[in-house]
Every structure is written in C-alpha cells, then in structure tokens.
C-alpha cells in the first residue's frame, strides 16, 4: 500500500504538470463535453468522425491539436482516480491489520469532487472561479495523499524499532512552520487565481511591472472580482488590463513575502537543528524554495515559454510537499524524544544486573 500510494503522488504530480500544459497550450475547451470529446472516447480524427462532432457542436468546431492535451489530461486524473479508489478498498479490505482507514476514504471522495470540477471547468467555459478551485483541488490531493504516504511509511518502519535522534531546540518552531505552511497555500491560491484569469503575461519587466514599481491604474477591485458572472467563454480571460495588472502584483508580492519568511526560518532551524535529524528535511525545502523563485522569474524574463510555465507549476508542487515533509518531521520530534528518554536506557541496564 505505501508503494502504491507513492506511485499516486507521483501520478498527481503528472496530473498537475498536464494540466498546466493544457492550460498553457490554451486548450482547456479542446473538448466541449465531458467526459469524451465530441461524443467519442478520444479525439475525433477521421474525416467521418469530425463531420459527426462538427454537427454535435457547431459552435466549438474540432481542433485536434487542442483536443489531446484535454484528453491526454483527462486520462491521467482518471488513472489517478482508479489508483486512489484501489486505495481506499485496499484500506477498507485490512483494515484489522491497522491501515489508515479514514484517510484513504476522504482522498477518494474528495476525488470525486475534483473529478466535478474538472467537468464544471469545461462545462462553464473556464469560468475563472472554477477553474481556480480546480487548481486548488488538485494541489489538495497531491497534499492528502503525501500525508498518506508519510503515513504508512512511518507505520511500515514502526517495528524496525529505528528512531532519529531527538532535539528539543527546534520545538519552538512549531507555530513558525504552520504559519509558513499557510503563506504557500495562500501563495498557492494567488497562482491559481493568476493562471485562471491569463494574469501571468501582464507584467514583462524586472522588477518593476510595465516599467513602474507601482503601476498605476491598477484594479484590486476588479481582478479579485469573484462574482463574475456565468455564461461568456473566460477562454484567454474577460478581464481588463489593469485587473490583470493587479493580481500580477500581488503574486510577486506575495512570492517575496514567501521567500523572505522561509529563508529567514530555515536559516533559523538550520543553525539549531542539532542532532534532529532534519538537515535534509531543512535542506530540501531551500533548494526547492530558490529553484520556484528563479523559475518564477525566468518566467517573465523569457515571457512564458511553455518549459518554464510548466516546470514553475510543478516545483510549486514540489514545494508544498518539501513544506509537507518538513512539518512532517518536525512534528515528530516530541514522540521521538519521549521514545528515547533516559531512563529507558537505565531500566535497561540495571535488569540484567
């Protein structure tokens, strides 16, 4: 089980990086139904078969070109799907041997609502509330299902009776981690909240935006209007320029209050982290703190190209679990310690005697 739920966080991070190809290629209305494409179980090819989806929709005629990143996407979260629900029945079936139970079983019916909205994404012509929800959803399940995994592996290494030496000079950083885990997610959102409405593209400058450290004109008001209403294809956004303009900024702002947060905190838990064992776990969570950043800004530097848009969706992926893992470790400390107290050691040596 802890292999296969490996294997799902690796398939989401896939799901994750397609999606974002497909968004990028501007192909998230390459097909105009759900869950098939036109009608059929795979883009419509044969002369036959496009003069057949051709009049199914005469609106949205057929581009093959943007129809298989849409399904090659559509594929992969449903493969997912079947690996999560193989999952929760693995679960369920041993679950008197003391496998995570509940977990699995809210991934599964949490997938069932990504899966809902991924339909209402195309359903509602990329209605930007939706389609950002959607992002956010998938970054969930990728996070669910670390926790699964981290889960059963410490429950896989419970018997080998090897614990990682214990500190109690990082305990204080508790608070500090929570609050940075929340700066990503809500970093996270603004991204989503970026991609959704074709925000990325409205700053081109380092680093001031459109040759001024505060733009003026920007419209806080309207580029965080979430009461757009439903019915206009959002394909390529119906926002104004200056809306644009603000949702860019705020996500730059708010990746400089990432980057400065987490480095001032893993400089700190570096310095104290003693004999903890979380030295690779702090490590890990710079490097892919600076790879996100420099990503981020090759992204205006060289105006979006797809490599880049990509790899800078999935490294805030990779993020989030770096972050994950981190907390992850760090939570464990105290049952660490009380595992290895010393008067276990003293018990221990004195019945032999």
């Not at 799901?15 to 974002?20: E, F, K, P, Q, Y």
């Not at 950002?132 to 009776?161: Q, V, Y």
């Not at 929340?182 to 603004?190: D, F, N, P, R, S």
């Not at 800004?297 to 797809?306: E, G, K, R, T, Y």
Request: with cysteine; glycine share 10%.
């Amino acid at each position: 089980m802890t292999r296969w739920a490996t294997l799902a966080v690796l398939l989401a991070v896939v799901v994750i990086m397609l999606g974002a190809w497909t968004r990028l290629v501007h192909a998230g209305l390459g097909c105009p139904d759900w869950p098939g494409c036109y009608g059929f179980l795979t883009v419509p090819q044969s002369e036959t078969h496009i003069a057949i989806a051709n009049a199914r929709f005469p609106d949205t005629p057929v581009d093959v070109e943007k129809g298989w990143p849409e399904m090659i996407h559509r594929y992969a979260a449903g493969t997912l799907g079947l690996v999560v629900f193989g999952l929760a029945a693995y679960a369920i079936r041993h679950r008197r041997e003391g496998v995570p139970v509940k977990l699995p079983l809210f991934i599964a019916g949490f997938i069932v609502l990504q899966g809902a909205f991924g339909m209402w994404t195309v359903t509602l012509k990329l209605w930007p509330q939706v389609v950002a929800m959607h992002l956010l959803g998938g970054f969930t399940t990728l996070s669910l299902l670390t926790l699964l995994t981290l889960r059963l592996r410490r429950r896989a290494r419970a018997g080998t009776g090897a614990e990682p030496p214990a500190t109690t000079s990082l305990t204080g950083f508790r608070p500090w981690l929570y609050g940075g885990l929340l700066l990503v997610i809500l970093q996270i959102a603004l991204g989503a909240w970026t991609a959704a409405n074709y925000a990325a593209v409205a700053c081109t400058d380092l680093p001031t935006c459109q040759g001024q450290w505060w733009p003026e004109g920007m419209d806080f008001r309207h580029g965080f209007d979430v009461t757009q209403h439903v019915g206009p294809n959002y394909l390529g956004g119906q926002l104004t320029a200056d809306g644009r303009v603000a949702i860019h900024v705020t996500h730059r702002i708010g990746a400089m209050v990432v980057l400065v947060y987490w480095a001032t905190l893993l400089a700190l838990m570096w310095r104290r982290r003693g004999d903890s064992g979380l030295g690779p776990a702090i490590g890990l969570a710079a490097v892919v703190l600076v790879a996100q950043i420099v990503l981020g800004l090759a992204n205006v530097i060289f105006h979006i190209p797809l490599s880049i848009a990509v790899a800078h969706n999935a490294m805030g992926a990779g993020l989030l679990l770096a972050i994950i893992h981190l907390v992850w470790r760090h939570q464990l400390l105290p049952h660490t310690r009380n595992a290895t107290a010393p008067n276990t050691t003293t018990m221990n040596q004195e019945v032999p005697a």
